[in-house]
């Protein structure tokens, strides 16, 4: 059998230079990197034909990049060794000459089934701890798939029964998602996946969190995806959205309803305090300034925007918790029976600081109301024979599944979000510049979508 340890840690580094900022999950692509180090390699053991081992990589970035954690970025490779090529996992082959096949190792069931074993056991290997959630039993000898979306985190199912998900880019420090879950099990939420266990390391008295799984919704559909159905059938038609079979408004009070109980699960988990509301638009302001040197466009908003956050700022105090941080329609789950929330990790650009911090639920309403016009309005991206009737029946849907988002929301909550009208205002507008950002970053063609958000709640004063 290949020996790994014949690979030495220089060509491991020289391989994985060119071949991290390929990866999807590479969260600084386009920065210069001006250096790459591993930082600990670990012995996973071996199975059949492969050996694993598990590195974490620092990648130090040419300055200059808005990073959360600084200008050095950690990742998690687990990779596998093999004495020959295998064609389905040759593209993720790190190029090494002369050595063995050596690749990603999470694209491999066989290296899957190591990791999916060691759960089951709560086992430890070197530094990595295996850990299980009280009273959480793991079958032994689960196979492994990985997921087919590739996302910022590499997500795995295990027998069909459980999701493991593998941070890629990792923090020292507590990660919210697996924190969150935790308490929501503790609380015994019925609107997320139950956690089951995660994987933890320490080094240099720091923890680290690697990794978490819990249990796989077979039967689930994306949010974004379900409101999709609805709209395309909406515009296909000349009726009104509530006489469409596939009206989307009960599935939108549900969705309120449902946010609206994990709310209130985390904040009896972790409490809530009082915050004076113009540290929050403090924060939510210096934001949008910011992002003029990204959007040079959202300079004529800036006016508008200030008098908005002011009217937040005259709200008084507001009520924070912990909360989602990135909620919208990708980020929840249609069962048959309920609607779960997933991925509490937070917006990835903040730092695990940031991400941890108590904020207002109006936060996640506002992020939620944002995606309904994200849906509403994507199909029509590009189109140039748009009508101005088809724009306004894409925005009734959105008008209409946000009122019942409230609403369901409301019911719960016992407060309805729509009376806190400029904090609310204030949290879609922040999230509306970090879209036109993210947009102008990753997909410019639907820069459109957010910057006509930012266009209705801050409009340009003109003359
Ligand atoms: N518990 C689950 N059951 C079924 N599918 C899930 C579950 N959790 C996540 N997914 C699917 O995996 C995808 C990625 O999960 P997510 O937690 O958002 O990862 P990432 O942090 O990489 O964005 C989601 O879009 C969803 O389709
Ligand atoms: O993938 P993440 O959950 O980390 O979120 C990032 O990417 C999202 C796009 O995939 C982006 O969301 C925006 O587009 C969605 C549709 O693709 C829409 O539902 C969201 O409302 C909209 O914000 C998200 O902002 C970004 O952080």
Redo the contacts with the bound molecule.
Sequence with gaps: MTDRAHVSTDSLEDALLPWLPQQRWFAAKGSPIASLRVASRVDVGSRSDVQVEHLLVDVELDGGVELGGGTVQRYQVPLGFRDAAVDDLAAWRLPIQDGPFVYDGLRDPTVIALYSDAIAAADSIGPLDFRLVAGAAVDAGMSGRVLGAE??NTSVILGEVLLLKLFRQVASGINPDIELHRVLAETDCTYVAPLRAWIETESDGELSMLGMAQDFASDSAEG?TTALTSVRDLLASDRSPEDMDSDFASEARGLGAAVAHVHADLARGLGTDERDASSTVAEILGRVEGAVAVVPELAEHLPAARDLVARAEAGGTATVQRIHG?L????VLRTPSTWLLI?FEG??AKSLEERRRMDSPLRDVAGML??FD??AHHLLLGDADVTDETYARASAWAARNSSAFCDGYAEVAGYDPRDHAALLGAYELDKAV??AV?EARNRPTWLDLPMRAVGRLAPPVRG
């Excluded at 919208?328 to 980020?331: E, R």
């Design positions: 996302q910022s974004w990135d919208h329609l990708g980020q991925d917006e990835p944002r995606s994200y849906a970090y879209e993210y």
